[in-house]
């Protein structure tokens, strides 16, 4: 199951999980349309598989609720899930942030993840396996002038990952974190780039990247592997996969 599945990271790792054998997957995000072109050309791609779509908001109980026990019903046992959503946020000072703001740019980016992770937890304990995986940021880990709100809420994440990983080995169930930078070809970059303050600090970040800026397929190969049996003995991590923009 794929939570943010239709564009960007959440797309590609969907192409690489048909590209390994995956032959049933679940995809979610809250734009029917984008889904239901996502679910055809996925088919397309691998004409054997199962690609279903299920439109809610991650983020808010009822849809989420309603989204996991879709996918209970399509995919039986939930093996797999990748919360890749990626909230529409550029960075902005703190002094210029409106208090009115903090708790929505919170709830938006640290919510999703936490609800969709609660609701899979019983299933996964039940079947004594499973795999979660939580895509963040680089915020999380390197402090950066515009990001104090983003960067507060995608450590969040990478806390309850990894408190998450310690609560949930004892049931057989892995829990990691991507804390990637910019990746190219993604909404999210459009987005950055094209704010005045966000597409200097990005420009700056884009230069320390001296493997290159990583790209969605990047994300998705690391995604795929954490996934996979050769991942097995791994739980708890935040792995940063940026070309080099925090290796300083």
Known sequence: MIVGGTSGVGQA????FLRAGVRRLLLLGRDAQRGTEACEW?????????VEFAAADAGVLPEARQAMDAARAYLGQIDVLVNAAAPAHVPALFHSTPAERLADILNDIVLPTLLMSRLVLPSMREQRGGCIINVASDAAKVPTPGEAVIGAAMSAIVTFTRTLALEAKRDGVRVNALTPSLITGTRTAEQLFADEFSARLFEKARARAGLGVTTPEDQAELLLFLASPAAARITGQAISANGGISAA
């Open 42 to 50: 996925l088919r397309e791609l691998a004409p054997a598989a199962r």
């Open 13 to 16: 790792t969907a192409r690489a």
